[in-house]
């Protein structure tokens, strides 16, 4: 008798379908209207089109897949999305990745499509109109079938982008059938996303999970422990700030990462 999750002998194609959708926020103060307007164009330059569809090409690469199509697009006033479309490597060459469920490498927003599944990236650059906080969102979603995981992108995507904030859900949907005629409805085991995550990573970021194992569906935020000011200004630094000034900001931005993890607006403390 086989263990859980040792390798399956398919009657065909591995139809299982594995979806890891990442929600990542970057949080930023600039205190006048220009700086905000700065920002915003800084963001917009920093992941444009042509920046978000190199990144979604290291996925590819990281995952064993092949491009087939890319397609991207800048918007006006601000945001990118870029589709490509891929496919699994050639059965000859399948052999020359490690296509079992693991963290995947560490890096030094788009839509991609694989065959019968999909890869995509969506950013969302915002400033609130009078507060000083800027919130960046890039939406990610790798969604694959067959023997492509999803998994082995996390880590490089969470690196790849400044995360202060992340929500991450995974979910196995479908089933694939072995030769016997028996149905597999997870073909690898997993308690938490949690699993995948490198140790720096799960150092760095307080966690929650919200997981249904039963509809192999898996759910973990994470937010950044420890800040340093200086990372979060823009157009000015910790010099240019009185005491009081860096005591107001440091609460607004942990205010702005904390409303975003719990995901409600919290009560005014004045």
């Keep these: 008798m086989n263990k859980p999750f040792d390798k399956i002998k398919l009657h065909g194609f591995n139809n299982l379908t594995k979806s890891l959708s990442f929600s990542i926020y970057d949080i930023c103060y600039a ?13 917009d ?3 444009n089109a042509d920046r978000l569809t190199d990144i979604l090409g290291e996925v590819v690469d990281i995952i064993g ?7 991207r697009q800048d918007y006006e006033p601000q945001g990118a999305s870029v ?3 891929v496919s699994e490597e050639p059965v000859e060459q399948q052999q020359t990745y490690d296509v ?5 490498p560490l890096p030094d927003a788009v839509v991609a499509h694989l065959d019968k599944s999909h890869i995509c990236v969506h950013t969302y650059p915002e ?8 919130t960046f969102r890039a939406d990610i979603e790798v969604s694959t079938c067959g023997i492509i995981s999803p998994l082995k992108a996390l880590n490089f995507l969470i690196h790849s982008l400044d995360s202060d904030v992340v929500t991450i859900d995974y979910r196995v949907r479908g089933f694939t059938r072995d030769v016997d005629g028996v149905k597999h409805y997870i073909d ?4 938490s996303i949690q699993n995948y995550m490198t140790e720096d990573t799960k150092e760095a970021y307080q966690m929650m ?16 422990k420890e800040t340093d000011l200086n990372t979060y200004l823009f157009g000015v630094s910790t010099d240019d700030l009185s005491d009081d000034e860096e005591e107001e900001i440091r609460s607004k931005l942990t205010r702005e990462m904390q409303e975003i993890f719990y995901g409600r607006n919290l009560p005014d403390t004045e």
Excluded: W
């Design 65 to 71: 897949a092949n491009i087939l199509n890319v397609s």
């Design 100 to 104: 079992d469920e693991t963290p995947g």
């Design 209 to 224: 999970d919200v997981n249904v194992y039963q509809e192999n569906l898996f759910h973990t935020k994470m937010m950044l």
């Design 83 to 85: 589709t490509i479309l």
């Design 188 to 191: 690898h085991a997993i308690n």
């Design 127 to 134: 400033a609130h109109p009078d507060d000083g906080i800027c």
């Design 31 to 43: 205190k006048t209207e220009q700086q905000r307007k700065e920002y915003i164009e800084y963001i």
């Design 45 to 47: 330059e920093q992941y």
